[in-house]
T-cell receptor
Framework: DARVTQTPRHKVTEMGQEVTMRCQPI?????VFWYRQTMMQGLELLAY????????DSGMPKDRFSAEMPDATLATLKIQPSEPRDSAVYFC?????????????FGEGSWLTVV | GQQVMQIPQYQHVQEGEDFTTYCNSS?????IQWYKQRPGGHPVFLIQ?????EVKKQKRLTFQFGEAKKNSSLHITATQTTDVGTYFC?????????????FGQGTILTVHP
């Protein structure tokens, strides 16, 4: 059963520490998204790749966040240095542009707490 | 910027009652998608509507896309406890048809047995 895999599932870290979240998209999908979910802001798009090329990261605080796709099977989201306001659930999602229904599949999320 | 609003924010129903959530976009959408997120879970794609006035059904769920392609609704008939969760609508950002979604704030549905 194909699914998007995210690690870590849960992370508690101290303010100022670096956090790296990883995502393995569904094999064959050409589009990868990073979303952040908080109670106050809901689901926000942070970054978006197609065929590994970054298309849009306008939703991401540039000074501390970075997103990359080193290869087709790995996407990373890094926060350095982390701050308490970064506490949220970070979802990776993947999809195939032009695929049936334009369906996007979300991973189970990385629950980040910065203390 | 583009906004997608959902009402109500919360809905509590007795099992067996019907439920409807409404979604309104500030801009015309090329398509609209609906997702369900169970408590502690992740958004799961339910359906996409593309055509003006389109109506689609999935068992007890009925999805509708407005004629002007700026609003949509999800109706659940005879709710069950398994329907509990947050229902999100999402539309593509202006100038895109795929992927870069603007999500509504969601409607949290609780069902009392």
């Amino acid at each position: 059963d194909a699914r998007v895999t995210q690690t870590p599932r849960h992370k508690v870290t101290e303010m100022g520490q670096e956090v790296t979240m990883r995502c393995q998209p569904i094999l064959g999908h050409n589009t990868v998204f990073w979303y952040r979910q908080t109670m106050m802001q809901g689901l926000e798009l942070l970054a978006y790749f197609r065929n590994r090329a970054p298309l849009d990261d306008s939703g991401m605080p540039k000074d501390r966040f970075s997103a990359e796709m080193p290869d087709a099977t790995l996407a990373t989201l890094k926060i350095q240095p982390s701050e308490p306001r970064d506490s949220a659930v970070y979802f990776c999602a993947s999809g195939l542009q032009g695929g049936p229904g334009n369906t996007i599949y979300f991973g189970e999320g990385s629950w980040l707490t910065v203390v | 910027g583009q906004q997608v609003m959902q009402i109500p924010q919360y809905q509590h129903v007795q099992e067996g009652e019907d439920f409807t959530t409404y979604c309104n976009s500030s801009t015309t959408l090329s398509n609209i998608q609906w997702y369900k997120q169970r408590p502690g879970g992740h958004p799961v794609f339910l359906i996409q509507l593309v055509k003006s006035g389109e109506v689609k059904k999935q068992k007890r769920l009925t999805f509708q896309f407005g004629e002007a392609k700026k609003n949509s609704s999800l109706h659940i008939t005879a709710t069950q406890t398994t329907d509990v969760g947050t229902y999100f609508c999402a539309g593509p950002r202006l100038g895109t048809s795929y992927g870069k979604l603007t999500f509504g704030q969601g409607t949290i549905l609780t069902v009392h047995p």
